[in-house]
DNA sequence: TGAAATGTTGGGGCG
DNA sequence: ACGCCCCAACATTTC
């Protein structure tokens, strides 16, 4: 027996194949939920910056909160920084323990670092259980001890040396939280409204429940049209489920067990899910990853900042659609399509030759599935400098990519109205059309931009050192 | 998880 | 009938 103290974060948004929790509630013993709220984040300012997640996250932890009072425990929500907080609550209240889910992103490592050695101070021990990732980070190697530098063996390896082990079931019940606990300041969750945001209806609903309800659609509907569908901009062919693995509204596990067999179509969807195991063991590697390129010969390339070019692809005004698309979807709705977030990522690295940063810190702020290893991942991997990376040489044909992933142009329709009435035959060179339209020639020249770039990257990459 | 340039082949029109 | 050219279709190479 003993008092656990359970610290949610925002990566664990659950009460399914929860790990601290279920190892807390095996041990016995009193179990305390906490969630630390932290003012920095949950500043209106700030929100402002990231409204689809904040959204999404509010969502998630109200229904989690809602999720623990239905088991007959409660969440605590304390405002505060969390190496303050936690550390303080676990003296306050008493609590024999810590427990929380690894967070291996280097924000995380290094905050639970700072934890780790508070709470060590005043002697309570403070237990990171796994569940962020497949397996944890850094531990499929090659023979001699390194990391795979390509995917391909890097899954093959996964693949036979990692036993996905079956989620655990949502606690059945929960204790009630200690009656003896010394009065500390609790905040509800917050509204959106509380931090001047309106909820936007086109990010999709957070929670455990929504999130399970996405997982069937996907297991049931989409799955097995995966390996065509999954390209396609104008079909729902893809999971939409990134947000809830960034937010551990389901647990990665639930995810990988929901797809096992099915075919060569779960196979590919799998293939998905170990990018990310792969994202994050290189970013637990090396968190510098952040700040630069994989490969060292990128580090000195001459990316262009020229803020107007920036402007104009943020915006969705480059005067290709596809592009415009993904970027006004992004804005409108915290989501871009896969193959829309690669045509839009190839095209501010190449056609505009702009710092992928730029680009990676846009996404970052306004995906609600915004994920440090992921988002870096793909970008260096469209900038052609990332680790098993596309060749610098190859560069998307946004008008091909169009045609070939949006025929009849439905999605380019959605997003960028000024085109919905033009025929399908110009939708993605709508200056062909020979009308007039409210909506931007080309920025730049497909092919004179492409030329430019070749020529730019083969001085760069290739001139002696 | 490309695209464009270049090379090759083969059928048909035509002198 | 034959060779030549044209060019689409496909394959290979290059960026």
């Known amino acids: 027996m003993g008092r656990a103290l359970i610290w949610f974060r925002g990566k664990d948004l659950r009460v399914t194949d929860h790990a601290p929790l279920a190892a807390a509630l095996d041990a016995g013993g009193d179990l305390i939920c906490l969630f630390v709220l932290d003012p920095h984040f949950f500043a209106p300012a700030r929100a402002r910056g990231l409204p689809h997640r904040v959204q999404f996250?509010?969502?998630?932890?109200?229904?989690?909160?809602?999720?623990?009072?239905?088991?007959?425990?409660?969440?605590?929500?304390?405002?505060?920084?969390?190496?303050?907080v936690v550390p303080r609550l676990a003296t306050l209240w008493k609590a024999d323990r810590v427990l929380a889910s690894r967070w291996s992103e280097p924000v995380g490592v290094a905050r639970d670092l700072r934890i780790a050695g508070a709470?060590?101070?005043?002697?309570?021990?403070?237990?990171?259980?796994?569940?962020?990732?497949?397996?944890?980070?850094?531990?499929?190697?090659?023979?001699?001890?390194?990391?795979?530098?390509?995917?391909?063996?890097?899954?093959?390896?996964?693949?036979?040396?990692?036993?996905v082990e079956t989620p655990l079931p949502a606690p059945k019940r929960l204790p009630p939280p200690p009656t003896d606990l010394a009065r500390v300041e609790t905040v509800p969750a917050p509204s959106l409204e509380s931090l001047g945001l309106r909820r936007n209806p086109e990010v999709l609903e957070g929670g455990e429940r929504a999130a399970r309800a996405r997982l069937k659609r996907?297991?049931?509907?989409?799955?097995?049209?995966?390996?065509?569908?999954?390209?396609?901009?104008?079909?729902?062919?893809?999971?939409?489920?990134?947000?809830?693995?960034?937010?551990?509204?389901?647990?990665?596990?639930?995810?990988?067990?929901?797809?096992?067999?099915?075919?060569?179509?779960?196979?590919?969807?799998r293939g998905e899910l170990l990018w990310r195991e792969f994202a994050y063991h290189w970013l637990r590697e090396r968190p510098d990853l952040l700040e630069k390129p994989f490969r060292s010969e990128f580090?000195?390339?001459?990316?262009?900042?020229?803020?107007?070019?920036?402007?104009?692809?943020?915006?969705?005004?480059?005067?290709?659609?596809?592009?415009?698309?993904?970027?006004?979807?992004?804005?409108?709705?915290?989501?871009?399509h896969n193959r829309a977030r690669m045509i839009a990522a190839s095209f501010l690295a190449k056609h505009l030759a702009l710092d992928?940063?730029?680009?990676?810190?846009?996404?970052?702020?306004?995906?609600?599935?915004?994920?440090?290893?992921?988002?870096?991942?793909?970008?260096?991997w469209s900038a052609g400098c990332g680790c098993d990376?596309?060749?610098?040489?190859?560069?998307?044909?946004?008008?091909?990519?169009?045609?070939?992933?949006?025929?009849?142009?439905?999605?380019?329709?959605?997003?960028?109205?000024?085109l919905a009435?033009?025929?399908?035959?110009?939708?993605?060179?709508?200056?062909?059309?020979?009308?007039?339209?409210?909506?931007p020639a080309?920025?730049?020249?497909?092919?004179?931009?492409?030329?430019?770039?070749l020529q730019l990257a083969k001085a760069h990459l290739k001139a002696p050192a």
């Open 442 to 453: 080309p920025i730049v020249d497909h092919a004179a931009a492409r030329a430019r770039f």
């Open 299 to 336: 580090e000195a390339f001459p990316w262009s900042r020229d803020e107007a070019l920036f402007a104009a692809w943020k915006e969705g005004r480059t005067g290709y659609p596809a592009v415009d698309a993904a970027a006004r979807q992004l804005r409108e709705t915290g989501f871009v």
């Open 119 to 163: 709470l060590g101070r005043q002697g309570v021990p403070f237990e990171l259980h796994e569940g962020e990732t497949l397996a944890p980070p850094g531990t499929v190697r090659t023979g001699d001890g390194r990391l795979h530098a390509v995917f391909t063996p890097f899954a093959r390896a996964f693949e036979q040396r990692v036993l």
């Open 389 to 418: 990376a596309q060749p610098w040489f190859r560069v998307f044909n946004p008008i091909l990519q169009g045609q070939k992933f949006d025929p009849d142009g439905a999605y380019v329709k959605r997003f960028v109205p000024e």
């Open 421 to 439: 009435s033009l025929d399908a035959r110009w939708i993605h060179e709508p200056w062909k059309a020979g009308r007039r339209l409210d909506y």
């Open 57 to 84: 996250l509010l969502e998630s932890l109200r229904s989690l909160e809602a999720n623990l009072t239905r088991l007959g425990s409660k969440l605590f929500i304390v405002p505060g920084r969390s190496v303050e």
């Open 218 to 269: 996907f297991v049931d509907e989409a799955l097995g049209g995966y390996s065509i569908s999954r390209d396609r901009l104008d079909q729902d062919g893809t999971s939409r489920l990134s947000q809830d693995l960034k937010f551990g509204t389901l647990s990665i596990r639930t995810v990988w067990n929901a797809v096992r067999g099915h075919g060569e179509a779960a196979r590919r969807f």
């Open 356 to 380: 992928f940063r730029m680009g990676e810190a846009h996404y970052l702020a306004w995906l609600t599935d915004g994920d440090w290893a992921i988002n870096d991942l793909g970008w260096q």
